[in-house]
Structures are given as structure tokens and as C-alpha cells.
């Protein structure tokens, strides 16, 4: 049976009809056509009884104006359309809203059993299928592709610890600072162990090559310059960054005749306090002497100190230079070390660590130099001293230099020096006759200083180097225990050292002829090297066996106010409980 939906001539007009727009011509359509004027009854009476009417009932005030609304509005009764709204009448957009599936003019119900073989089925599975392999591509796929597909990036150009890779090359970064300085010859990278021959590798160096550098605080990543007066020594020069730069290839540190801060001197002291430090190793500089090498006066120095303590700062070094101590006994007590092993053991300030009975690590600024330059003799020529610093001290400041420890290379240019130590210190120190010509005003070849160094007890030691030569050395054992004074051995310095240089005057430390020195003068450094053992890379100013960050922070204003010169009386800072002393 052939279904026919009937046309409704007031709703689809015939292209050549026009629509009547009056009230009568509406009217003529309306009763020729039975069924629309059933439908517009209906719809009247829709719009007068019901509030839920669709088309609201609307007076027109001028009949020619009549709404398309108006004319065309249908009732909400889809049955009274005149069509054929039967679900069983299929329509051609049904198979968007209906899944029931029909053959002809009948209905098939849906089937909620799925074929998957069916070309729907196919479909929808090999739809799901794609999104979830896409998927798992993206998230799982592509890193597994990416690692054996994508190209590795070579060791030649990523550097590892220290800024070396794997040919030994460093980065060339141009105005940039690294701990290796990329114009260090490659020839330099190594060097021999001068205790066994062993091959140390370089971990640190400056070669001074870029002209014009200055520093001032901020200027430079591991130095910087001082601005201060040297009181602990009683210096005849105030210490200005204006007095130190880098010129023709190496770093000039320049001591002038002028009036500055009520004294008559300028010169200047460079550091790398807690920028670089290294534990163990050996350092390496080369130096041309200021001045003449028989003018006595100048005071030119290289030399480490643990990062505990910075130098010129008297309230951070108070109770702590030059000591290198861990026990608690009688060496610890008054005017002795502020950080001992004696500490209580709930105390809050000591940096640590603990050892394993929960005692603290001793901790100080031990000193090791690697010269102090001086002008003496009869007739005056130029030396260098070499020297270890030590706290607490031996009975009359006589250690056990005995053969085995103390090892002096050549004794025709080194001698035990007579200075053995003072109030603060004790010095484990020789003197070694410097090549007369390196020296500012003589010759200005460079000469190389320096010294290589074990930390700690067994088997540690300092060997120093002068004109490039073994010059002496120190064994641990020489700084063991003391019967007279109960003092217990003293170790070499396990603490992370950082260098200071500088070029100064002082009567403490022997005449001063300022009437022939021929101011200005200039030492003259062209490389700061340091080397460690091969697998045994020590290097920062915070390592986790011997820490200093927490405690310099905590303490900051002894480490940057120069005015503070004591840690009790002008810091007014409490030492911790001592053991030993029943303070705990």
C-alpha cells in the first residue's frame, strides 16, 4: 500500500499563486478547502482555552497586516496536520534517529547482539582499533622510537664535571668564566704526582689572558678583591680592588706610594673565598717577584686557608685559624678552637658533621702557604718561605722533625727557617733561595710555586715546589701527639681550602726599606693551576664531609663586616659548650 502525505494548499502555494492578505480572500481559501478550516478552528480553539498554546492568540488591529504566523499556525496535536506521522511509515532521514532496520515497508526491530563481521561492524572496530593504536603511538610508541631512532648527541660537545669531555677539550666560551680556562695549554692538563709519579688531572685554572679584568665584588665568578685594612699584621698599605687588574697576559697586583685611608700605601689582596675551593691536590702558580731581589720589604704571598674562616675578617677567624684538630682533650679549652670535637653534642651553630660516636668534627681555618716572599741574608737576596700553620701548638713549638718527617730536596738553597711560631700559631716552615732573576726589576722571568698536599692523618703530607723544583716536605707524623702538652696529633688540613694572593708591607714581618723601593711595584701571576688525583675530584667550597654554607649564612656579618675584629667582644657571639670543660 502506497502511503501519500496530502498537500496542504495553505501551507505549500503554488509559485504562480499569490497569498491573500485580506480578511475575505482568506476566507475563500479557507472554505473551499474543508479540511484547512477544520484545522484553523481546531487551532482557535487551542489558542482561546489553553495557557499551554504554542501560538499565542493575537488581536490584529489592522486586518491588512495580517502574520504569516497567524496564518500558517498549526496546532500542538501532530495529528491534526493531515500527515502521516504513523511509526510505521518509514521516511528517508530515519536512519539517522531509529537503529531498527527495515526491508521494504517493514520494520526489522533492532538487534542489540553486535555482528562485528558486518560492514557496520567493521566500521565501528576498525574505528576503535585506530584511536587506540594512535594513542598508544603517542604515548608509548613514540619515546621507544624516538630513543633508537633519534641521533646521539656526540661527547664532543657536551661537557661533563669540570667542563672537560670526553677528548679532553673544554668549552670555548668567550667572555665567560669556566672552572677550566680555555686557554690553558693542552700540555697542562696532567702533571706527576711529586710524592709517587702518579698522574693528577687539572680541575681548575685561570691563565690571566683577558685583558682588563677587575675585581671588585660582584666582577668575577671565583675571585674577588678586598677593601680593607690589614690589621692582623699591622700592614703599612690599605687593600683597594682598584690596585689589582690583568694586563699583558697575566694578574697584576700593584702596591703605590698614596695617601689613602690615613696611611701612605695602596695595594691589594685577591681571594676565592667561598666561590673556589678544593680539598687534597696539588696547586701550581707562576709568579715574577715584585721589585728588586736585594731591597728588603715586600711582603708578596700566595697561600690557602679553610673556608671557615676569611682572611682580613677578624671576627670569622677568631678561635678558628690556624687550626686543624679532631680530638677533645686539653687542646680544645680556652682561647683554643671554637669548633671543636668537645662541642656538645645537642648544640645547634657547629656546621658538623658527627662522627659516629656522635661527637662533632673538629672544625677550623687551617693555613697552608704556598710562599712568602722576602728579601734577607748578608749579603740581602730573595727567598721564599714555605710553611704550615698548626693549633694547637707542640711544647716550645718543636715538633718531631725528624728525618722521615721532615724531607728538605736540596739543603745548598733550603734551610729549616728559624721562625717556628708566636702567640696564635706554630710554623712548620723552610726557606728556599728564589731564581734572582724572576724577579719585577731584575729579569721578570716567571718562576713556578707551589705545593701538592694528602689531607687528613695516615699517610698524609705537603710537598712544596719552588723554581719549579721539590723544595720540602712535611709527613703527618711530624704533628702527631704531644706527652709534654696532652695535645692529641694534629691533622693535615682536611678542610676545603680557597686562595688568597696579595702583595703587602709590614715590621712584623721584617724591616720595611721604603726608601729604596722603587714604587710603584708589581707582582706579577700568569696562571693559578690546580690539580687532584685521577677518580679523586674534590673540588667546591662546600663538600658533604666538611660543610660551610649553612654556617657562613647563619653568621654572615663575620664573614663581610672587616670592622668586626673579635667573634665575643665585637660580634658578641657565645663559643659552644665545651665537653671537656664540663659545660655540657
Known sequence: MTHHRPQLPFLSPSPSESIPTTPSSTASLISANPFARSLREESNI????????????????????????????????????????????????????????????????????????????????????????????????????????????????????????????????????????????????????????????????????????????????YWEAVDLYYWQTKDLEWYDPAAIITKDGALVITMSQKETHNLNYQSGMIMSWNKFCFTGGYIETSVVLPGLNNVAGLWPSIWTMGNLGRAGYGASLEGMWPYTYDACDVGTVANQSRLSRCTCTDDKTHPGPKHSDGSFVGRAAPEIDVFEAQVKGDPLSGQVSQSGQWAPFNAGYIWQNTSDNEIIADSSISTFNPYVGGVTQQATSVVTETNQECYEKTGGCYSIYGFEYKPGFDGAYIAWIANGNPSWTIRAAGMGADLQTQISARPISQEPMYIIMN?????????????????????????????QPKGARNIGCNPPDFPTTDYISRYQEAYTNPNLTTWSTDFQQPVPGNSFLGQC
Open 46 to 221: 487551542w489558542h482561546k482555552n489553553s495557557p499551554y498554546a504554542p501560538y499565542p492568540a493575537r488581536v490584529v488591529s489592522n486586518p491588512r497586516h495580517t502574520l504569516l504566523t497567524e496564518k500558517f499556525s498549526l496546532p500542538p496535536n501532530p495529528q491534526l496536520w493531515g500527515l502521516n506521522v504513523s511509526p510505521d511509515f518509514p521516511e528517508p532521514d530515519d536512519d539517522f534517529h531509529n537503529p531498527d532496520e527495515f526491508i521494504g515497508h517493514r520494520r526489522r526491530p533492532y538487534r542489540s547482539s553486535f555482528d562485528v563481521f558486518s560492514r557496520r561492524g567493521l566500521t565501528n572496530v576498525g574505528c576503535l582499533v585506530l584511536l587506540c593504536v594512535g594513542i598508544v603511538t603517542l604515548f608509548a610508541g613514540y619515546p621507544v622510537i624516538s630513543f633508537f631512532t633519534s641521533k646521539r648527541s656526540s661527547t664532543l660537545g657536551g661537557f661533563n664535571i669540570g667542563f672537560t669531555n670526553a677528548s679532553g677539550q673544554i668549552p670555548l666560551i668567550h667572555g665567560g668564566h669556566v672552572l677550566i680556562d680555555p686557554d690553558t695549554p693542552q700540555e697542562a692538563f696532567t702533571a706527576k704526582s711529586v710524592e709517587d709519579g702518579s698522574e693528577f688531572e687539572l680541575v681548575f685554572s685561570d691563565e690571566f689572558n683577558t685583558e682588563g679584568r677587575t675585581f671588585y665584588p660582584g666582577d668575577d665568578p
Open 503 to 531: 702583595l703587602a708591607m709590614s715590621t712584623n714581618f721584617g724591616p720595611v726599606d721604603t726608601s729604596n723601593i722603587a714604587f710603584p711595584v708589581s707582582m706579577y701571576v700568569d696562571y693559578v693551576r690546580v690539580y
